[in-house]
């Protein structure tokens, strides 16, 4: 018999933030996952993130498609908000949550099938109305549920663990979301928690529409000689191009030295974000030369990994549609119904 309740009682001296949390306390669920799947490290890299901001559960809406990637919810912040929608529908569920309540922190976690197929258009649409969110996809370029078909972020001449050999160019998400004009795009992979947590931070605190692609290999169907998002295949293909730490407001923050230059990028909220870059030619507030260098690394059949673009002065969609500050749903019929003068001034200018 299995068991998938989490003992509620933990050791009484487990370091708590600032809040007085545990780690234990961002957790969710048991993973039903594969034993060493992927989209676990993301899960607890989550945790990690979150448990470090300091943040309260209660103010973060995770939400979800469908796919392996959108299980995985279950597994992380198990005291949040979480809506599991339909296949490739979570971005424009989560941008309809966004503009009822703005003052939630939102989460979409999302996979390569979920984005890159049958929700490509929801995708595009959340990154360029600038949705505040972080959208994360859980990448491993096939159809787990499914028994591991090709997905769209498959790269062309990769081998199935069948054998079979996809002939179609792959959908690169990181690339679109700059181009759809993204404030903040990155890359991780599963296996360096190093550089996932203080990426996945950032793009928490960040006030715009904040995207992380994820390798994520699928243990299962997409981990053999000849995948190109294997574990051995990206660890022996990453390029990282920067060291990352992100500091948040408040507080005296002191770290070591290393070598290559140092980026100090202040966000609205007074937080930092610290990029030490492994790349001298790599400027990630460029948006034409992040796309350049990721076009080069690619023709040298390397994995780039970091954070790759950012935009230092964000607005996002309430900014665009000029909302007003509180969240609509708390708004009254007083706010709501304006009275039958205003009606008439605004029919007149339309007449």
Do not use: W
């Not at 991780?188 to 390798?215: H, M, N, R, T």
């Amino acid at each position: 018999m299995t068991y998938l309740a989490k003992p509620k009682l933990h050791h009484p001296k487990l370091p708590v933030n600032r809040l007085g949390y545990t780690r234990r306390d961002y957790e969710g669920a048991v993973s039903t996952l594969c034993a060493g799947c992927g989209h676990d490290s993301i899960s607890a890299a989550i945790v990690q993130a979150c448990f470090e901001l300091d943040l309260p559960p209660h103010r973060i809406a995770k939400l979800s498609g469908i796919g392996c990637s959108s299980k995985t919810p279950t597994y992380f912040l198990g005291n949040s908000h979480g809506f599991n929608s339909v296949h490739g529908r979570m971005p424009s569920v989560l941008t309809g949550a966004n503009l009822a309540n703005r003052e939630l922190i939102y989460l979409g976690v999302s996979g390569d099938g979920d984005s890159a197929s049958i929700g490509l258009g929801q995708f595009a649409h959340s990154m360029r109305r600038g949705v505040n969110m972080t959208y994360i996809v859980e990448n491993n370029g096939v159809y787990g549920l499914t028994k591991g078909q090709f997905s769209a972020t498959a790269d062309k001449g990769s081998k199935s663990k069948r054998g079979a050999v996809n002939n179609d160019s792959a959908i690169d998400l990181v690339t679109l979301a700059i181009q759809l004009g993204a404030g903040f795009v990155g890359r991780g992979f599963s296996g360096d928690k190093a550089q996932l947590v203080p990426l996945i931070k950032a793009a928490i605190e960040y006030p715009g529409a904040a995207f992380i692609d994820c390798i994520s290999p699928c243990i299962a169907f997409n981990n053999h000689a000849g995948s190109t998002k294997s574990f051995d295949y990206v660890r022996a293909h990453n390029e990282a191009v920067n060291r990352l730490d992100f500091i948040p407001a408040g507080g005296e923050i002191t770290m070591q030295a290393a070598p290559g230059s140092l980026s100090e990028v202040p966000m609205p909220d007074g937080s930092v974000l610290r990029l030490r870059r492994l790349s001298e030619d790599h400027d990630p507030t460029d948006r034409t030369a992040a796309l350049n260098y990721l076009r080069q690394r690619e023709a040298q059949g390397e994995i780039v990994t970091g954070l790759l673009y950012l935009d230092p002065e964000p607005d996002d969609l309430h900014a665009h549609l000029h909302t007003v500050p509180a969240p609509l749903n708390r708004l009254g019929d007083a706010e709501l119904c304006p009275g039958s003068a205003a009606l008439e001034r605004i029919n007149a200018a339309l007449r």
